[in-house]
């Protein structure tokens, strides 16, 4: 196996109810319940709306250099999300509309780059088919390799494995390793619980119920006049 240029071609996948789990679960929620630092970097921002949920399969790329994501849209499944370091590169584009557009139709639910894209327009208008990248250029590809498909990578400062349940929305993407999925959708569900009680309050009683601004004031030793 030569490291910098191998294809892994499969992996253990997280069973479909377990990834279904957070279907309709905001990022932000379950950031909170992941210690806060969870979410990839704010660079890496969403290209169009709706929720991205699914199985990543990973890609690293060589800079500006798309090849291996050729053969990863290939071998993806229906239900992968493409998840592609691309070393933060953003002046050439690693996909753009008729790459998407292929992802979209073999049943993948989405990709996520850490490089840039191009034919963002058309990108935003797909349907069911969410993009995240850090940018956009005009400048197209090489096709040289070498790269490597399923292994661990670094997409917006997080590491990723393959397998991992991948979760974007609106402000931002984060991955979860199967084996504690069911831990943190518990405690996110928990989360949403709470956050309707205390939204009841504030919409019904105009009320923000959150002693622990007061006790935090006083603990820090603040003066209020």
Same mark, same amino acid.
Request: aromatic share 6%.
């Given at each position: ?50 929720q991205l949920l699914g199985t990543a399969f990973t890609v ?75 940018? =956009? ?59 309707? =009680? ?28």
């Amino acid at each position: 196996m030569s490291v910098g240029c191998r294809i892994i071609q499969d992996f253990p996948r997280p069973t479909t109810e377990t990834v279904e789990r957070f279907r309709g679960m905001a990022v932000a929620n379950i950031d909170d319940c992941m210690g806060r630092i969870a979410a990839v970097e704010a660079a890496i921002e969403p290209v169009g709306k709706g929720q991205l949920l699914g199985t990543a399969f990973t890609v690293r790329l060589p800079q500006g250099d798309n090849l291996m994501f050729h053969a990863a849209m290939d071998l993806a499944q229906r239900g992968d999300v493409i998840v592609i370091d691309a070393g933060g590169f953003t002046d050439r584009a690693i996909f753009g509309e008729l790459m998407a557009t292929y992802c979209k139709r073999r049943g993948i639910c989405g990709i996520v780059c850490d490089g840039a894209i191009r034919d963002r327009e058309s990108l935003a208008a797909m349907v069911d088919f969410p993009v995240y990248a850090r940018a =956009a250029t005009p400048n197209g590809p090489y096709k040289n390799g070498p790269g490597e498909i399923n292994v661990p990578v670094t997409v917006g400062g997080k590491i990723v494995y393959p397998g991992d349940i991948v979760v974007g929305d609106q402000d931002g993407v984060l991955f979860i390793r199967p084996v504690q999925a069911d831990e943190i959708a518990n405690a996110t569900r928990a989360v949403v619980e709470k956050e309707a =009680a205390i939204l009841d309050h504030i919409v019904n009683d105009g009320i923000y119920i959150r002693p622990w601004v007061a006790e935090t004031l006083q603990s820090i030793g603040c003066t209020i006049l």
